[in-house]
């Protein structure tokens, strides 16, 4: 069975001070891997979609990297208003439903 | 312009009832999607709907039934609530299948009394 585990569970931030946030996984083969942002009370809102080792993403303040086994979100100088919860999943490539990883908490302080 | 609409946004009620979601998407995409997130924040898959036929059907109890008139509405019956049904149900909706981004509502928050 598909696996994520996403590390760590909340990070909290000075603004301006720049991190990662890691995701595992395990998947018979990557059909693709997604970030999501989840604001409380509001749905997941889509940030990347990433498909094969070595690709990345950028957004804004934010950049995603894909290996093999993990992936990383990395925040630059990040601003009060990117508070949010950041989710991962992976879909498998003999399969349509996403695997959500249990997130990551970020909160960034002015 | 909402994208994924659900309603209601709150739903409190009592064991035993039977109650319904809806959602509606205008964004014409073709796949649609049911998910429960827990109140460890885990977001599981329910169903998948793909062109109004059913794709994805986890484990879930029978007692939940989603029914897709067309291709922009994905509704979710639950007959015989119990406590454990309590969570946040979320609906989103996928251009088609495959490694496609999943455009989420905000929820449905059902609390069992």
């Known amino acids: 069975e598909d696996q994520v585990t996403q590390s760590p569970e909340a990070l909290r931030l000075q603004e301006g001070e720049s991190s990662s946030l890691n995701c595992s996984y395990t998947?018979?083969?990557?059909?693709?891997l997604f970030w999501y942002r989840q604001d409380p009370g509001k749905g997941p809102e889509f940030l990347f979609t990433?498909?094969?080792a070595g690709e990345e993403k950028e957004k804004e303040r934010l950049k995603a990297t894909l290996t093999k086994k993990e992936s990383f979100l990395h925040i630059t100088a990040p601003k009060p208003e990117d508070s949010a919860t950041y989710l991962c999943?992976?879909?498998?490539?003999?399969?349509?439903?996403?695997?959500f990883g249990a997130g990551t908490t970020v909160t960034v302080r002015a | 312009d909402t994208a994924v609409s659900q309603t209601p946004k709150y739903l409190v009620t009592q064991m035993g009832n039977d109650k319904s979601i809806k959602c509606e998407q205008n964004?014409?995409?073709?796949?649609m999607y049911w998910y429960k997130q827990d109140s460890k924040k885990f977001l599981k898959i329910m169903f998948s709907?793909?062109?109004?036929?059913?794709?994805i059907n986890e484990t879930v109890p029978n007692r939940f039934s989603p029914k897709s008139p067309d291709k922009a509405h994905l509704n979710l019956h639950i007959n015989s609530l119990e406590l454990g049904d309590s969570a946040v149900y979320f609906c989103?909706?996928?251009?088609?299948?495959?490694?496609?981004?999943?455009?989420f509502g905000d929820g449905t928050r059902l609390s069992i009394l």
């Open positions: 989103a909706s996928s251009q088609a299948l495959g490694a496609q981004p999943q455009h």
């Open positions: 998947v018979s083969g990557l059909r693709g």
């Open positions: 990433l498909y094969s």
């Open positions: 999943a992976v879909q498998a490539a003999n399969d349509y439903k996403l695997s």
């Open positions: 964004l014409g995409h073709d796949t």
């Open positions: 709907y793909n062109n109004k036929e059913l794709i």
